[in-house]
């Protein structure tokens, strides 16, 4: 049994570790919405704003506008909306916070999983159990992969989903009926909040085998059900959706063969990344122009072979290879081209290798050893920092995947959307000026004309409406008038909350044009707008 005096010392220990997290991520509370999809969840989504029961019967029960169900993923970022509105902090804060929360459900989770794990061990060195903890704790934590998950607003569901999750683990370790009920929920909520967490189902039945080895299909059929049911919604989503999204790619698109070879490539990306942490990205280019019978895919193929290998006879190390398999397969791929394995869906493996891991410290912990541990903690803070930057606005994130994609790789990430973002924004010139290049140095590609020519046209468009209102074009950008769309529809929907939201919008990105909305003759800008 534990001491309450060693619980509550755990306790601050594990307090401590939160505010490391939250010390460690803060900058981003300053960073800016990217164009990664936080214009289509957030900033431009016409499904947008504060809980409501209207909005509330839209989250559960929209499969069109993308191609996943997460109806507690858009219901916190509607809970969100309620104090931040359409400022990025908010976002970034709850990112940050459910990030710190989750690091500490975690240290919890694995005290107890060690515990349980080397029993003489923790009987004879309780101290050493309550450090590899928190080591463990820490290294997934600071890792810089957890970067592009805090630094990036439409990552929020996936922090909760983690959040439930780690709830749901906790709950399923308690000897208690009601632990093991309570378990069951928080699953439910952790699918609910995004589907990356379709494969976590495994770790209800490791932890049983682990544990006891008694009654694990039993116990498992529950979570079993939840996944499958899940998993079927957010498939038929996926072949449905009609909104932001595109179609999934054929057969013919997406040979068997490509797909496979790309799957192997992601289960073999995130066993040797987190010992490597170096170079990361938004985008891995090397995952668009896989050869089945190449390098990367025979080297990806050896390196999984290899930890077949070595795991050998012992149960544990089967666990956490099985785990890591099963856990890893919902994001392998198996429907998408181009497909990158995103630094943000570590976080789940993540959990795998910090459970190995702190197994690892009780066999080595030493005072050497946790002196060299707090050192490549200290390291892996350093490298998280270093790493923020990339995501702290459009210009900085949109430059990284320029520099790591070559011409021609994916023309909608690496051409098509800075040059649309630079247009909304009202650098017309740097728009035009990216796609003449990009079309002197490539030749008359098709995706790139036809935007160039679309611009163009809009552009003319767009300077006679300026004039019109005595206005120029670098005092009415774009996304003015995509916010004035959007508070116009809410206005005819009778939700005035969300469409003062984008007048102030107007106002921060075209006070000129604002304040022409606002003029007398014109009446309120409200007014004005339903005009």
Same mark, same amino acid.
């Given at each position: ?342 630094? @943000?869906?570590? #976080? *789940?493996? /993540? =959990?795998?290798?910090?459970? !190995? ?5 009780? $066999?080595? +912990? ?77 030749? @008359?590609?098709? #995706? *790139?004309? /036809? =935007?160039?020519?679309?611009? !163009? ?5 767009? $300077?006679? +409406? ?66």
């Amino acid at each position: 049994m534990i001491s309450q005096t060693a619980r509550r010392q755990y306790g601050w220990a594990v307090g401590l570790l939160g505010a490391v997290a939250v010390a460690v991520f803060i900058p981003t509370i300053s960073y800016d919405f990217l164009p990664l999809d936080d214009d289509v969840n957030i900033v431009f989504n016409p499904h947008h704003g504060p809980p409501g029961l209207g909005r509330l019967a839209w989250e559960f029960g929209d499969l069109a506008y993308v191609r996943r169900y997460l109806p507690l993923g858009w219901l916190a970022f509607s809970t969100v909306s309620t104090f931040s509105q359409l400022a990025p902090w908010g976002y970034h804060a709850a990112n940050i916070l459910l990030h710190a929360t989750n690091a500490m459900l975690l240290a919890w989770l694995l005290r107890r999983l060690l515990a349980g794990w080397r029993p003489a061990v923790a009987a004879a060195h309780p101290g050493w159990v309550d450090l590899a903890a928190l080591f463990a704790a820490a290294w997934w934590a600071l890792h810089p992969l957890r970067v592009e998950q805090v630094a990036w607003c439409s990552a929020l569901p996936s922090h909760l989903a983690m959040t439930f999750l780690l709830g749901a683990l906790l709950a399923h370790t308690s000897a208690r009926p009601a632990g093991r009920r309570a378990a069951i929920g928080l699953f439910a909520g952790a699918l609910l909040s995004y589907p990356v967490t379709l494969g976590a189902v495994i770790f209800f039945p490791a932890l049983d085998r682990a544990r006891s080895g008694k009654k694990i299909f039993r116990r498992a059929l529950p979570f079993l059900v939840l996944t499958l049911l899940a998993g079927a919604v957010n498939l038929y989503a996926r072949m449905v959706a009609s909104g932001e999204q595109a179609a999934p790619a054929t057969l013919v698109e997406f040979p068997p063969a490509q797909r496979l070879a790309q799957a192997v490539c992601v289960w073999a990306h995130y066993l040797w990344r987190p010992w490597w942490p170096f170079g990361l990205s938004p985008v891995y280019r090397d995952f668009l122009h896989l050869d089945p019978a190449g390098f990367r895919v025979i080297g990806s193929a050896a390196l999984l072979v290899a930890a077949v290998f070595l795991a050998g006879r012992s149960t544990g190390r089967w666990l956490l290879l099985t785990s890591y398999a099963v856990v890893v397969f919902p994001f392998t791929g198996f429907t998408e081209s181009p497909h990158f394995p995103h630094d @943000r869906y570590a #976080a *789940l493996p /993540g =959990l795998v290798m910090a459970a !190995a891991l702190g197994l690892g410290m009780l $066999r080595l +912990l030493s005072r050497s050893g946790l002196l060299a541990g707090t050192g490549l903690l200290a390291g892996l803070a350093v490298l998280s920092l270093r790493q923020l930057p990339i995501w702290q606005n459009q210009a900085t994130i949109l430059q990284e995947i320029r520099s790591r994609l070559d011409p021609g790789d994916v023309p909608a990430i690496r051409d098509l959307r800075p040059a649309l973002w630079l247009y909304r924004s009202g650098d017309y010139t740097g728009a035009f000026k990216l796609l003449d290049h990009e079309i002197k140095a490539r030749g @008359r590609v098709p #995706a *790139l004309t /036809g =935007l160039r020519q679309e611009l !163009a046209a809009e552009f003319v468009r767009h $300077r006679r +409406l300026a004039e019109s209102l005595g206005l120029t074009v670098q005092d009415l950008p774009p996304v003015a008038l995509m916010h004035q769309d959007l508070a116009r529809e809410y206005l005819r929907a009778g939700e005035p909350e969300p469409a003062a939201w984008h007048l102030a919008e107007i106002r921060r990105l075209a006070p000129a044009y604002y304040a022409r909305l606002t003029t007398p003759a014109a009446g309120p800008p409200a007014d004005r707008i339903r005009r």
